[in-house]
C-alpha cells in the first residue's frame, strides 16, 4: 500500500524558458562547436499545501548530448499530468511514473525530479543535502572551464580566472593535436603546483589524433586527459598508450555505463552530470555507487544558473571530501540569475546555497521567468 501525505501531493506543475547568456563572449568547444546563448527551462511543482519546489536543465546545445532544449517542455508535457496528486516525498514513485510515461529523455524529466526534492526538503523542514546524505563539505573546490581559442587567448582566461582563486581549470581541445599540445603546455607554465590542468576534448578527436595528443601530453605534470573519443572503447584505447589519468564525462550515462567503465580500468575519475543522468535521484545512486568503488568525480551540469548550481551544490555538498575532485558553478558562466545569484563562489570555492535552510535554500524570482508555457493543474482534470 502506498501512503500518502495529503499536504505534500503534487497540485500544479508550471513550465517555463528562458535564455541564459555566456559571460565570456563565446564558448567554443572542439568541432567549432559555439555557445553564446542557450535555453534553459524551469519547472515549478506546486503542492496541495502551497509548497513550490524549482528545476532547472539547459541542454549545452543541440549536438553535444542527446537532449534539445526546444524538446524539454514538450517531454515534460507528456508525462506532466501522471504526476498530478502523487508524494514529492515519494521520488521513488515520481521517477517510476515518468519511466512509465516515457521511456528515455532523462534530461527532461531531471527538473522534474530536482524541484520534488527542493518541495522535499522545505515540507520538512531540512536542506536537500541532508536528505541526499548529509553534509560532508562546507565548501566545494570549483572548475571553470576554458573554452578553445588561440593560445595566447587561454592562457589570458586562465590567468585572470587564476587571479579570482580558482585552481582547476578544464581547457577545450580537440583541433589539430600539435596545437592543443601547445596550448595545454603554455598553461601548464602559467600555472603553478596547486594547479590541476585538465585537457578536454569533448568527444572531438578522433583516435588517430587522440592517441598523437597523448603522446605529445604525456610528460607533462599536472595534466589530467578527459573524454578524448567519443566512444569508451575508443578511449580505452588511448589509455593503454599514456599514462595520463583520464577522466570520463559523456560516456558515463548511467550506473551500467559507469560499471563497464570501471570493470574495464578506464579512468580515475569521472564527471557526474545530473541533468545527463536523469536528476538528482539517479545522480545520487551513480554518486553512491562511486564512493564504493573509490572512483573520484567531478559534480556538475550540462548547463544552467542559479537553479542547477544550487542542486549542485547539494549533490556535491553530501559527497565525500576525498572523492570530489570539483564541481562547477555554472552561474558564474552566465549573466542572468533568477535566484539572486546564489549559491555563490569565492577565491576558487563554492559556498552551499541557503546553507540551513530547506530545500535548494534559493528564493526564485518567478517574475524573471515570464509566463509559463503550459501548466498542468490538478483543478482542471
Known sequence: MCYIHVMSVIQRIDVFSHELNYAHGDYVMSGGRTIRSLLSTVVRVTTESGVEGFGEVCPLGP????????????????FARALIGLDVENLGLINQTMDAALSGHGYAKSPVDIAC???????VGQPVYTLLGGRRNDDLPLYVAIPLDSTEEMVKHVVAR?????????????????????RVTAIVDATDANDFVVADANCGWRLQDAVIAARLLNDLDRVFLEQPCRTLE???????????????????????????????KAMEAINLKVSRVGGLSKARF???LCEALGVRMTIEDTWG????????????????????????????????????????????????????????????????????????DARDQ
Open 286 to 288: 551513480m554518486r553512491d
Open 162 to 182: 587564476k587571479a579570482e582563486g580558482t585552481r582547476r581549470f578544464q581547457l577545450k581541445v580537440g583541433a589539430d593535436p600539435h596545437d592543443d599540445a601547445t
Open 234 to 264: 575508443e578511449c580505452l584505447i588511448v589509455r593503454e598508450r599514456t599514462s595520463l589519468p583520464m577522466i570520463l564525462d559523456e560516456v558515463i550515462v548511467d550506473p551500467q555505463a559507469l560499471l563497464r567503465a570501471y570493470d574495464a
Open 117 to 123: 526534492w527542493d518541495a522535499f526538503g522545505k515540507l
Open 305 to 376: 544558473g542559479d537553479m542547477t548550481t544550487a542542486a549542485v551544490s547539494h549533490l556535491a555538498a553530501s559527497t565525500d571530501s576525498d572523492l570530489l575532485f570539483a564541481a562547477s558553478y555554472m552561474n558564474d558562466w552566465v549573466l542572468e540569475h533568477t535566484a539572486g545569484y546564489s549559491p555563490r563562489s569565492h577565491n576558487g570555492r563554492g559556498s552551499i546555497s541557503g546553507v540551513d535552510a530547506p530545500g535548494l535554500g534559493i528564493d526564485v524570482d518567478v517574475t524573471s521567468l515570464g509566463q509559463p508555457l503550459f501548466s498542468v
Open 63 to 78: 549536438n553535444y548530448l542527446p537532449g534539445y532544449a526546444h524538446g524539454a517542455p514538450s517531454v515534460i508535457r507528456e
